[in-house]
């Protein structure tokens, strides 16, 4: 790492130890849906209750219940009708994805053109999520959309350090150096802030853990893949990985030289999957 990029690493982990980076919070509909969620009483009227004073939200969560995904016979129209088709967990993991685009917005040009960056690639990785956790794993659809989605959460309080450090702004080599360095730690601490579950609470590092040894496929091993799949083309230092050595095409019975985009049963999940979220 370069000194430049060492120093502003520096700065940003003493921010932290000292409680003065501000982590990004969670929007208010998505911290009601997340209570709805943990109690084990909620029931259908109470989220339709939460979700239904966001009218933007609202139309997402119809858009999802009506996505080929689903395979519905008939189309819905109304919230309380979706969230039945969708179910408490379903919704409440997709709704939780959908309202954090808001957060990926700055006022700075350089800084909102990154976070937007950010974000769409985070949608990306959610899509393929979503569709290679449905075909090969008995693992939830939308724990790994929503798994997908937070895999590079860390990158936000550090794009905001940024905007407030316009040097750094200004020489993106060494802000992508400080990003590669701190995004993942930063991401499992602002999960384990927001409450997340365990099994998604440590997404940011585990997916680039290649080498991880464990029994069977999880969360992180759909992301790490899903990932890899989604730069595959690009000119990014991830196309450079030697597949044969990530442990997770492994676990989900994958050739770690498969395309899931090629895939014929897949492609039109794919791009189910993809407008489910944009």
Known sequence: MNPIAEKVRQEIVTAIEKDQLVLPTLPEVALKVREVADDPNADIDKLTGVIGN?????????????????????????????????????????ATGLAMEQMFQATSDLVDMRMREVWSRSSEVAGISHVLCKHYTKLR???????????????????????????????????????DELHAPLGDLILKTWGFPEE?????????????????????????????????????????????????????????????????????????AMSMLG
Not at 214 to 225: C, E, F, G, L, M
Not at 234 to 256: C, P
Request: some cysteine; aromatic content about 6%; overall charge negative.
């Open 54 to 94: 966001d009218a933007a939200l609202s139309a997402r969560i119809i858009r999802v219940a009506n996505s080929p995904l689903l395979r519905a016979s008939r189309a819905i129209e109304d919230l309380r009708t979706a969230l039945m088709r969708l179910g408490i967990q379903y919704t409440c993991n997709i």
């Open 141 to 179: 659809p939308d724990q790994a959309t929503l798994a997908g989605l937070v895999h590079k959460i860390g990158v936000l309080p550090i794009l905001t350090y940024a905007e407030d450090h316009p040097a750094l702004l200004k020489d993106s080599f060494t802000l992508d150096a400080v990003i």
């Open 200 to 272: 998604l609470a440590h997404i940011p590092t585990q997916h680039v853990d290649f080498t991880r040894s464990i029994p069977k496929a999880d969360y992180a091993d759909i992301v790490t893949v899903a990932m890899l799949q989604s730069y595959l083309g690009s000119n990014s230092a991830m196309t450079k990985i030697d597949f044969t050595q990530v442990k997770a095409f492994e676990r989900l019975g994958l050739d770690s030289d498969m395309q899931v985009s090629e895939s014929e049963d897949l492609s039109a999940d794919m791009e189910a």
